[in-house]
Structures are given as structure tokens and as C-alpha cells.
T-cell receptor, first 115, second 112 residues
Framework: NAGVTQTPKFRILKIGQSMTLQCTQDMNHNYMYWYRQDPGMGLKLIYYSVGAGITDKGEVPNGYNVSRSTTEDFPLRLELAAPSQTSVYFC??????????????FGPGTRLLVL | GDSVTQMEGPVTLSEEAFLTINCTYTATGYPSLFWYVQYPGEGLQLLLKATKADDKGSNKGFEATYRKETTSFHLEKGSVQVSDSAVYFCALSDQGYSTLTFGKGTMLLVSP
């Protein structure tokens, strides 16, 4: 049981390039989330999904896109990378029950540097 | 909207000292409250949680009590170890799809 896995671990992008951050979970969780963590700041929610085919914006969605075609995968797409997107990105998942008690399980993160 | 405020770090302690990390929150509903811990180079992992007023969450010697009257969820440990050095995040989750609102995190450094 690998939990939540993310690839790549680290990436350097040039301004204007695009990339996809991969996230996969093997716990059969329906809910998945993308957060970014800037230095000295807490995590901010980018997008989340409550099931295959269903996604919604979080607090800081601008500059990102997501899709959810399977229960296991929740990729995050950056179309035109900007220096402001330099951050550490965390994917998380939780059990599918609406409510506020569920624990989120986090991946190890992807460190992105945009130059 | 919802928000979480934590004490600024770093908090520097000697081994076996008592730890308190303050956390207060603002929420419109009745949130659940969490403490997550992030060890160097790793993702976040749940440390403890409490889902209603006066609940006490505990794990690995850490404790926190959900205080609705003071909107607080302070983290405590009676005797810290070097291995407790990490960043601690207080968070809340509203009644929706379990999305989390995080505080900025508090770095704890424990020296031998």
C-alpha cells in the first residue's frame, strides 16, 4: 500500500513552459486535493475533486487546471509557468464521506522552481 | 471566511521541556480541528484531531483540546524529544468536502 505518490520530486521550469504534476493514490479514496506551500506560509488549496469527473476550485486556482478521469489519479496542470508558481505542491486524498471529520493523507510533495 | 492563527516560530526547546503551541481559529460553522506534522523533506501527516467542543485529541504524547468558548486548539506535550523537531500545522475543516484551512505552521527545534 503506497498511499499517495507524486512525481516528479523536483522540477525546474522556464517561464512560459507547461508541465503536469502527477498524483496517484491506492487507497480507493474518492476525495483528492492539491495544495501549494510557500515558504513560511501554510498550505493553500488549489483544486479538489470529490470523485471521477468532478472537480472544483479552491482558494488559489488561477494558473492551474485539473482533471479527474479515474479514482486513482488527479494530475495538476500548469499551462504557462510564472515565477509566482515557484512552490512546493502537495497532493492529498481522503475517504469519501461528506463532512468535516475525515483525515487527509498527503503525498511527499513536488518542489517546483520557475526561472 | 475561515482562518487559523498559530504562534510564530521557531520554538526552540531543550529535550524533556514542556511544549505549548498556540492555535486559534475563526469559523462560521462547527469545524473539526486538526494538528498535522511535517518532518524535514516529507509530506504532512496527521498528528491528532478533535471533531467537537471539549474533545481531546492525543497521539504520541501530544494533546490538544477543542475549546469552543475561546476558539482555540493549543498543542501540548509534557516532555519533548529531539525527534519531535518538525513543523506543526493547525488546521480546520468545515462541513463541506473535508477541505482544510491551515495556519502558517510553527517550527519546533529540540536540542539534546
Amino acid at each position: 500500500n503506497a498511499g499517495v505518490t507524486q512525481t516528479p520530486k523536483f522540477r525546474i521550469l522556464k517561464i512560459g513552459q507547461s508541465m503536469t504534476l502527477q498524483c496517484t493514490q491506492d487507497m480507493n479514496h474518492n476525495y483528492m486535493y492539491w495544495y501549494r506551500q510557500d515558504p513560511g506560509m501554510g498550505l493553500k488549496l488549489i483544486y479538489y475533486s470529490v470523485g471521477a469527473g468532478i472537480t472544483d476550485k479552491g482558494e488559489v486556482p488561477n494558473g492551474y487546471n485539473v482533471s479527474r478521469s479515474t479514482t486513482e489519479d488527479f494530475p495538476l496542470r500548469l499551462e504557462l509557468a510564472a515565477p509566482s508558481q515557484t512552490s512546493v505542491y502537495f497532493c492529498a486524498s481522503s475517504y469519501s464521506r461528506q463532512g468535516s471529520q475525515e483525515t487527509q493523507y498527503f503525498g511527499p510533495g513536488t518542489r517546483l522552481l520557475v526561472l | 471566511g475561515d482562518s487559523v492563527t498559530q504562534m510564530e516560530g521557531p520554538v526552540t526547546l531543550s529535550e524533556e521541556a514542556f511544549l505549548t503551541i498556540n492555535c486559534t481559529y475563526t469559523a462560521t460553522g462547527y469545524p473539526s480541528l486538526f494538528w498535522y506534522v511535517q518532518y524535514p523533506g516529507e509530506g504532512l501527516q496527521l498528528l491528532l484531531k478533535a471533531t467537537k467542543a471539549d474533545d481531546k485529541g492525543s497521539n504520541k504524547g501530544f494533546e490538544a483540546t477543542y475549546r469552543k468558548e475561546t476558539t482555540s486548539f493549543h498543542l501540548e506535550k509534557g516532555s519533548v524529544q529531539v525527534s519531535d523537531s518538525a513543523v506543526y500545522f493547525c488546521a480546520l475543516s468545515d462541513q463541506g468536502y473535508s477541505t482544510l484551512t491551515f495556519g502558517k505552521g510553527t517550527m519546533l527545534l529540540v536540542s539534546p
